[in-house]
């Protein structure tokens, strides 16, 4: 996986998601430290042969947390999240 081509998408879908969503963390809502955050996971999205450009053209599956919040998630499938299901569903008829 290209770092270079990963920081680059991942600075893009950062800003378009600023620019078309509320600049904050969407689950504690500061606007301080942001980051991407996929709900489906890049290692489970990476696993399932994934490129990275494909990982970062579906903004449904991106969204922004703050530095804390996306570390605490740590990689994990958040089922809390509404959105978690049908992501991986549409994820998997995709494979
Ligand atoms: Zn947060």
Redo the contacts with the bound molecule.
Sequence with gaps: MSINLKKRLSKSAKLWLMANKEPI??????PERLTIDHIIPIMILTAMGFTVEEMFEDMDNLRL??R???TKKNCQLDFKDPRTKPLLLKYLERV
């Design positions: 963390c969407e689950e504690c809502r500061t947390l703050c804390e919040c996306n």
